[in-house]
């Protein structure tokens, strides 16, 4: 049967499957070494790739923390990994495995993970929305990411916001910064009925609610889809988010879009995967 290979590239690890059909048929997680980072990270993801491939495989794809020209696939200013400004990926790695090779964000990546292979396949229009250290956003329109000019629309984390970024607000510094501990942490003792907690992710819920105002405003799609580590608390914070929504000008599209979270798992390797087909 034939595959494909998904590679999730990130700051602490790479994370690469092939996939035949909608399944992970087998999984690598390898160190980036993201502080040696140049030809180190590039040799240690060939051979990454290496392990992965069969005969059978048809094209790899990749999700990248940070911008890309998409058609000639150059990845700049991967902030976490050094001497990774300008990188050709796809040309580098067409020439070394003589397959296609599809380069995308990895917020895009998600959205297009969803699309592809979970509960995005539903809806021709929706944003897809990592909520973990950062917030990342993809665009799914007529079925197919927005392909915009540089590879930055859904960056809704950026956007100002009281003294400082949506991001701040939405991604999980909010929790280190407000109570000095993890969301995940948090989380544990909300569900045990601490007050104080379930009060932080109430006005959590309020933030995130403005970053749902916002893409209303701006592309009024059909659903959001959350993933991330901070999604799985979701049920900490609805209420708050929805309570907060009510001031929305156009109460319709409140009552209209679906907010979800996804459940896929290994969404990385899916959604870079999901470049290929």
């Given at each position: 049967m034939e595959s494909i290979l998904g590679i999730d590239i990130g700051g602490t690890s790479i994370v690469g499957g092939r996939i035949?059909?909608?399944?992970?048929?087998e999984q690598i997680t390898v160190d980036t070494c993201a502080q040696e980072g140049g030809d180190k990270t590039l040799n240690i993801l060939k051979e990454l790739i290496r392990q992965l491939k069969t005969t059978d495989t048809r094209a790899i794809g990749i999700g990248v923390p940070s911008v890309v020209d998409r058609e000639k696939g150059i990845v700049y200013n991967v902030q976490n990994i050094k001497n990774w400004d300008e990188v050709h990926l796809k040309s580098l790695l067409e020439a070394e495995f003589e397959l296609p090779v599809h380069i995308d964000n990895d917020a895009n990546c998600f959205a297009y993970g969803e699309k592809i292979y979970g509960k995005g396949k539903d809806f021709q229009n929706f944003v897809g929305i990592t909520l973990g250290t950062g917030v990342g956003g993809g665009i799914i329109q007529d079925n197919h990411l927005l392909f915009d000019s540089n590879c930055g629309s859904g960056e809704f984390g950026e956007i100002p916001y009281l003294d400082s970024i949506l991001e701040e607000y939405c991604g999980s510094r909010f929790f280190t910064r407000t109570a000095g501990r993890s969301g995940y942490e948090i989380a544990l003792k909300a569900r045990e009925g601490d007050r104080d907690s379930i009060a932080i992710y109430s006005q959590y819920g309020k933030h995130i609610s403005m970053l749902v105002k916002v893409i209303l405003l701006i592309l009024d799609p059909q659903a959001i889809i959350f993933g991330g580590s901070i999604s799985k608390s979701f049920d900490l914070f609805k209420d708050s988010m929805y309570e907060n929504l009510?001031?929305?000008?156009?109460?319709?599209?409140?009552d209209k879009i679906q907010i979800l979270t996804s459940d896929l798992h290994n969404i990385g390797i899916l959604g870079a995967g999901a470049l290929c087909v």
């Open positions: 035949e059909g909608d399944i992970i048929i009510k001031d929305f000008p156009y109460p319709k599209s409140v």
